[in-house]
C-alpha cells in the first residue's frame, strides 16, 4: 500500500486556491518550529458572512501543503459556521487518510481556519466564544517519528 493515497497526492501536485488575498478580511497564520509548516490561510467573507474566497500559502511538507488544499476547498463557499465546524479529522478523511506522523498537518489547517475566522470577527467587534479558538496546539506527535 501506498504511502499517500491519490487524493493526498494530487492535492500536493495540484493544490487548489494557493496564493494571497490581498484585501482578506481575516488571516490567519500558524506554525510549528519542531516539523517546519507553516500555514497562511486568507478569507474573503460576504455581507452575508459566507466565505466567498480563500487562499493558503504553505511552507512545508507534501501533506501540510495537500491539507491546506483539501481544507480550502472544504470550506470554501461555507457560511462562517459551518467552517468554524471543520475538523483535522474532515480533512484527514476528505483526502483519503495521511500517516499517523503526519496527522499534525491537518491539525494546522484547522487551526489556521479558525484563527482567519477569529482575525475576521475581531477586525469587525463580532462576538464570540472563546471555546471555539483553542489555543495553538503543541504537537507533541510532531516529535515522534
Not at 518550529?33 to 500559502?57: H, Q, R, S, T, W
Request: glycine share 6%.
Amino acid at each position: 500500500m501506498a504511502l499517500y493515497s491519490e487524493k493526498v497526492m494530487d492535492h500536493f501536485r495540484n493544490p487548489r486556491n494557493v496564493g494571497v488575498i490581498e484585501d482578506a478580511d481575516g488571516v490567519g497564520e500558524v506554525g510549528n518550529p519542531v516539523c517546519g509548516d507553516i500555514m497562511k490561510i486568507y478569507l474573503k467573507i460576504n455581507d452575508a458572512k459566507v466565505i466567498e474566497d480563500v487562499k493558503f500559502e504553505t511552507f512545508g511538507c507534501g501533506s501540510a501543503i495537500a491539507s491546506s488544499s483539501m481544507a480550502t476547498e472544504l470550506i470554501k463557499g461555507q457560511p462562517l459556521e459551518e467552517a468554524l465546524k471543520l475538523t483535522n479529522k474532515a480533512v484527514t478523511e476528505a483526502l483519503d487518510g495521511l500517516p499517523a506522523h503526519k496527522l499534525h498537518c491537518s491539525v494546522l489547517a484547522e487551526e489556521a481556519i479558525k484563527k482567519a475566522v477569529k482575525d475576521y470577527y475581531d477586525k469587525n467587534g463580532i462576538e464570540y466564544d472563546p471555546a471555539d479558538f483553542p489555543e495553538d496546539h503543541d504537537c507533541e506527535h510532531c516529535h515522534v517519528h
